[in-house]
């Protein structure tokens, strides 16, 4: 019984210090140039609109029904992103990446996951630079990695 005990709080501990952290432009463009991933977790129909975070790992989420494997998609998510290494979420207006950085920290063992509050209409919005998806878009399919 000691031993399970144990384990249990063993096992709690490590969750313990995993966490979501809402952050800004300012924080964003610090980030990602420190080598922080970027996973941007919209359609491709939005990639193709607006543009994405430069060096952005494409990887959607939510399909247009809000339907979602999420075993699947963090089996694509742990070759761009390990759990002990932080890691950035972006939407269109952040409200998708809350239960993504949630599941990321709290089920998936994500010791740090930044959630841009305000997507990348905040960014676009407050003059982040944004590139082209098409050729990240191309890479991504022929690799099956988006």
């Known amino acids: 019984m000691r031993r399970l005990l144990l384990a249990c709080l063993l096992a709690a501990s490590q969750f ?3 966490e979501v952290i809402d952050i800004d432009n300012a924080q964003l463009e610090k980030l990602t140039k420190s080598g922080v991933p970027v996973i941007d977790i919209r359609l491709q129909s939005e990639w193709e609109e607006t543009g994405i975070v430069a060096g952005s790992k494409l990887l959607t989420f939510f399909d247009a029904q809000g339907k979602y494997d999420a075993a699947g998609w963090l089996e694509k998510v ?3 992103a390990k759990p002990n290494e932080p ?3 972006i939407c269109r207006t952040g409200n998708r990446t809350k239960p993504v950085s949630q599941f990321l920290s709290q089920q998936a063992g994500y010791a740090t996951v930044y959630n841009v509050k305000n997507g990348i209409k905040g960014w676009i919005g407050a003059g982040g630079p944004v590139t082209p998806a ?3 878009i191309a890479s991504c399919k022929a690799a099956k990695t988006c």
């Open 78 to 80: 742990k070759p761009l």
């Open 87 to 89: 890691v950035i979420v």
């Open 16 to 18: 313990a210090h995993a």
């Open 134 to 136: 098409t050729q990240t």
